[in-house]
């Protein structure tokens, strides 16, 4: 039996990849193409993506913990609105480059690589006391790495009334103890002095 001239015989399909073969999209009433299913499935799976990466920012920030319902709004609305753009873009790339296996599964990857680091990254981005005391004030190139003030020559403890306040006592004798507000783990909030003492410490220091 002969095939049409132009048309793509079977036997040459069937040694194309599955991987690379173009998938039979689903179709319209009147017969187009219609790659807005496909297009609906990728952005509900990069919508919960986003909502659980956002979930863990807000977290991590303490957004969550002091504005509940607003941090819970901006996750959600944020999720939406990325969806919504990730829907227009992938419907017009796929009708205009078509439907294939090993687009689901480099997407699929990219998803899941972002969820699984999401923790780390809420982790980098608010990090816990400590790592913001050394980036904010006691960290190398930081205005109290180089004093008295260094968490490596220092005892850290917190405020028993206020668990919100870090108290940097250094171990030589004679020197005031640096109290500090807003020392939790991640928070929006920079490290700001408790008291006049501890304005008066940054100030001799350049703080």
Request: charged share 20%.
């Amino acid at each position: 039996m002969n095939h049409p001239a132009g048309g793509a015989r079977p036997s040459d399909r069937s040694q194309i990849p599955k991987l690379l073969r173009r998938l039979e999209p689903p179709r319209t009433w009147d017969g187009r193409a219609d790659y807005r299913p496909p297009a609906a499935i990728l952005a509900a799976c990069t919508a919960f993506v986003l909502f659980f990466s956002g979930f863990y920012l807000a977290l991590y920030s303490k957004f969550f913990h002091h504005h509940r319902h607003l941090a819970l709004t901006a996750v959600l609305a944020g999720a939406a609105l990325l969806s919504l753009a990730a829907y227009a873009i992938v419907h017009r790339l796929l009708a205009r480059f078509g439907l294939y296996l090993w687009q689901s599964i480099v997407a699929s990857l990219v998803l899941l690589t972002i969820m699984s680091s999401a923790p780390d990254w809420a982790r980098t981005l608010f990090p816990r006391v400590d790592e913001r005391y050394e980036r904010e004030l006691g960290g190398p190139g930081r205005c109290l790495y180089n004093t008295p003030y260094n968490l490596d020559r220092t005892q850290t403890t917190f405020a028993d009334d206020h668990p919100d306040r870090m108290l940097i006592d250094p171990i030589d004798e004679g020197l005031p103890v640096l109290r500090l507000d807003h020392a939790v783990d991640g928070g929006l909030q920079h490290l700001a002095p408790a008291d006049t003492a501890a304005r008066k410490i940054l100030d001799q220091y350049g703080c």
